[in-house]
């Protein structure tokens, strides 16, 4: 599994949440919402410090991750994080 991050989602994550060097972006299962594979969960994002890394890219310093116990939301595809043109917001695909 890995994680992917278009230059526009990198930009969005500098301009949006004033992300720079050294910062680190979780992505995670939460409970509520839906998505692809799972009913009742979706994907969350936040600035947090990670325990137990299960993936990991960093772009231009930035530290974007999944913890370990957060793969299984992602039945073993890959995460694209890019941004939605009509309401540029960041959208996410999972690519198997």
Same mark, same amino acid.
């Given at each position: 599994?890995? #994680? ?13 949440m004033?992300?720079?060097?050294? !910062? ?27 325990? !137990?890394?299960g993936?990991?890219? #960093? #772009? !231009?310093?930035v530290?974007?991750? #999944? ?10 595809? !890959? ?18």
């Amino acid at each position: 599994m890995n #994680i992917k991050i278009t230059e526009e989602a990198l930009r969005w994550f500098k301009e949006e949440m004033e992300v720079s060097a050294g !910062d680190m972006i979780r992505f995670y299962a939460r409970y509520g919402g839906s998505s692809p594979f799972h009913e009742g969960f979706s994907l969350g994002m936040n600035r947090e410090e990670p325990h !137990d890394v299960g993936v990991k890219k #960093i #772009i !231009d310093e930035v530290h974007f991750y #999944i913890e370990k116990n957060d793969l299984w939301f992602f039945n073993d595809h !890959d995460l694209l994080v890019d941004v939605n043109a009509g309401t540029e917001e960041l959208k996410y695909d999972y690519i198997k």
